[in-house]
Structures are given as structure tokens and as C-alpha cells.
């Protein structure tokens, strides 16, 4: 009896342990299984040194922001053309996104980035009456700035954000009649940092904090040639009483 009564537990022991391997490969092919295969593909993609971000594929306007980091003023980006393999285009975009400030930097071709590199790849930098001295030089078509000294480019072009169609920012010729690092209009009462003006209340300066630079709901300023903080400060340092400022062209209200 004792015998037998062994017997029968070895063999349901036996069993349990032929079951166990059985259970457990059926739920890791369970867990396979129930894997999403975006994930599958996300690993399969990693494994092989491919970007696995939102900047894995290309996006529908890629091909607007590589047409201008082919240019020579693109090229400090990245050597880049549009048969380069995506991590590198990917690579070079986010450094110029992160140049241009707009909001995504990720190195997806986004809509204000592409934007911002159509129209310095449309801007033709040989179109400012520049003089042999430093000339400030805006191009309200391309919503792009640059200096322009004896024909040659010293600084830029970098984006700016100029007048809406009913406070139109000035076209002409002018010169900088004031400078102030920091002031606050009296008028709007917003702060203008590294203000250059250059025709009566109208001036160069760095974009408000609370209206950036590619703000979608702001159409333009009032008239102002608004910049990045960092290239207002740039210019403050570049212009003097009587730079001169050429101003032409016409802004598209978005």
C-alpha cells in the first residue's frame, strides 16, 4: 500500500513537472504575441543602428528644409544632400531647427520649419544697396535680415517677423538714429530689448517673451523689425548712429 501510495505521487510530481515548461512556453509565446508590432518593428529598426524617433521616416516637407541645407549657408549645418541616409539629414535638420529656434527640434521637417528654410534658400542676398560701411539690410518678402558690408555678408541672414498689413513695417532707405539695450514701449507698453531704431517710433529688437518669434496666432508686429533675442543682441553690438538700414519688399500676412 505505502508502495503504491509513493508511486502515485512521483507520477503526479512527474506530471506537474512535464506540465510546467509546457505552461511557461506557452506564455512567452502568449507574451510574443500580444507584443504590439510597432514595437517589434521600433527594436528590429534599433538593432540595425536605424533612427527609431518621429524622424525615422521622412516627413512630406523634408525635402523643402534639405533644398536649403544644400546651399553654402545651409552647409554649416551638415553636409547634406537628398540621397543622404535619414540619420544624417535627420542629424543636420535638428541642427538647424535648434539654430532657428522653432518650437520642434527634433529633426522632423515641421511647418515653420520649412518655412524658415524656403525663404532663406529664396532670399537673394545680393539684393540690399548695401555701402562699403555695414548696412542692415531686410527683406520684408522673405521675412529674412542680414548685414551686408562692401558686397559681402558679416552677419546672418537670420528670420525676422515684421509689420502686419495695416502697421507695415517702413520701406526705404534709413539710418539708426537711436539705440537703447532696453526700453519698453510707450505706446503698447511691451518690452523692446536691443532696440535700434531706424525711422521715427520704428526699430530693430528681439521679440517679446509673450509674443515669440513664430507665435501661429501673431500675424506680425506693429511695424517693428522683431528678432531672436540672440541676433537683436548681435546686431545691437554690429550698428551704430547712422548705419545705414535698407528696408524693401512686401510681408505675405499669414
Known amino acids: 500500500m505505502l508502495a503504491a501510495l509513493v508511486l502515485a505521487v512521483s ?3 512527474g506530471i506537474a513537472s512535464l506540465l510546467r515548461p509546457a505552461a511557461s512556453a506557452d506564455a512567452n509565446a502568449s507574451t510574443t504575441q500580444a507584443q504590439p508590432a510597432a514595437s517589434r518593428v521600433i527594436q ?3 538593432s540595425r543602428g536605424l533612427p527609431t524617433g518621429p524622424c525615422a521616416r521622412p516627413a512630406p516637407l523634408q525635402s523643402d528644409v534639405v533644398a536649403y541645407l544644400t546651399t553654402s549657408y545651409g552647409q554649416q549645418f551638415g553636409p547634406v544632400t537628398a540621397s543622404s541616409p ?7 535638420i535638428t541642427k ?3 539654430w532657428a529656434q522653432v518650437p520642434t527640434t527634433n529633426g522632423v521637417a515641421d511647418a515653420v520649419t520649412a518655412k524658415v528654410a524656403r525663404d532663406l534658400a529664396a532670399t537673394d542676398l545680393s539684393s540690399c544697396k548695401a555701402t562699403d560701411a555695414p548696412t542692415v539690410c531686410v527683406d520684408l518678402t522673405h521675412q529674412i535680415l542680414w548685414v551686408a558690408t562692401a558686397g559681402k555678408v558679416t552677419f546672418g541672414p537670420v528670420p525676422v517677423r515684421t509689420g502686419k498689413a495695416e502697421d507695415a513695417t517702413p520701406i526705404g532707405s534709413f539710418e539708426v538714429g537711436q539705440k537703447k539695450a532696453y526700453t519698453i514701449s510707450t505706446e503698447y507698453n511691451v518690452p523692446l530689448p536691443f532696440w535700434t531704431q ?3 517710433d ?3 529688437h528681439a521679440a517679446d517673451v509673450d509674443s515669440p518669434l513664430y507665435a501661429t496666432n501673431v500675424r506680425g508686429s506693429h511695424g517693428c523689425v522683431n528678432m531672436l533675442l540672440r541676433d537683436a543682441q548681435s546686431l545691437f553690438g554690429i550698428t551704430k548712429i547712422g548705419t545705414p538700414v535698407h528696408v524693401w519688399g512686401k510681408k505675405v500676412d499669414a
Open 11 to 13: 507520477g503526479i510530481a
Open 44 to 46: 528590429d529598426r534599433s
Open 86 to 92: 535619414q540619420p544624417a539629414i535627420c542629424q543636420a
Open 96 to 98: 538647424f531647427q535648434q
Open 198 to 200: 531706424f525711422y521715427k
Open 202 to 204: 520704428f526699430g530693430l
